[in-house]
T-cell receptor
């Protein structure tokens, strides 16, 4: 039990599909993050939300659209993805974004075909 | 800007041998540093963290790391490797605003019987 739950764990989608990744944290944190982990590349920060407000967008293509309806939930909406977007997408949360450690979910393994 | 370099993308040790995973950082402010471990098909789990208190930090599973400002290093060690230590290890630095963790490229640790 990590306190950060991601669903689904695995997702296969076509390039014309629309899907969403969900992240939920049960830790009372108010900062949430999306990271992308590709083979042979460092972990890439995609988005940061603090108190439901987006504070970082790390030059992510618009085919990735985040949504944070409250401090406990974070979504990543996907549409018209490319095969190179296949990766492990990790959600994390931390307490108030103030130089504290982040807690990670188990990730969603996304394959774009 | 902050950055992290992990020397050696793959490290192999024998069971019972010393584990040494190297991490060097670049930071314009006193750094907050973290080591995470990732087991196959899992998210990242915090091993230990340095937040400007004691320079020798002890973590879970017998791991520890020493912060050396003069060398800008935060190497991870364990006196005696166990088969269950086989995983990927990530060093990370938190930015001053506390809203971005920058990761190194990771080191895959293999433990031989």
């Amino acid at each position: 039990e990590t306190g950060v739950t991601q669903t689904p764990r695995h997702l296969v989608m076509g390039m014309t599909n629309k899907k969403s990744l969900k992240c939920e944290q049960h830790l009372g944190h108010n900062a949430m993050y999306w990271y992308k982990q590709s083979a042979k590349k460092p972990l890439e920060l995609m988005f940061v939300y603090n108190f439901k407000e987006q504070t970082e967008n790390n030059s992510v293509p618009s085919r990735f659209s985040p949504e944070c309806p409250n401090s406990s939930h974070l979504f990543l909406h996907l549409h018209t993805l490319q095969p190179e977007d296949s990766a492990l997408y990790l959600c994390a949360s931390s307490q108030d974004g103030r130089r504290t450690e982040a807690f990670f979910g188990q990730g969603t393994r996304l394959t774009v075909v | 800007a902050q950055s992290v370099t992990q020397l050696g993308s793959h490290v192999s040790v024998s069971e019972g041998a010393l584990v040494l995973l190297r991490c060097n950082y670049s930071s314009s402010v006193p750094p907050y540093l973290f080591w995470y471990v990732q087991y196959p098909n899992q998210g990242l789990q915090l091993l230990l963290k340095y937040t400007s208190a004691a320079t020798l930090v002890k973590g879970i599973n017998g791991f520890e790391a020493e912060f050396k400002k003069s060398e800008t290093s935060f190497h991870l060690t364990k006196p005696s490797a166990h088969m269950s230590d086989a995983a990927e290890y990530f060093c990370a630095v938190m930015n001053n605003a506390g809203n971005m963790l920058t990761f190194g490229g990771g080191t895959r640790l293999m433990v031989k019987p």
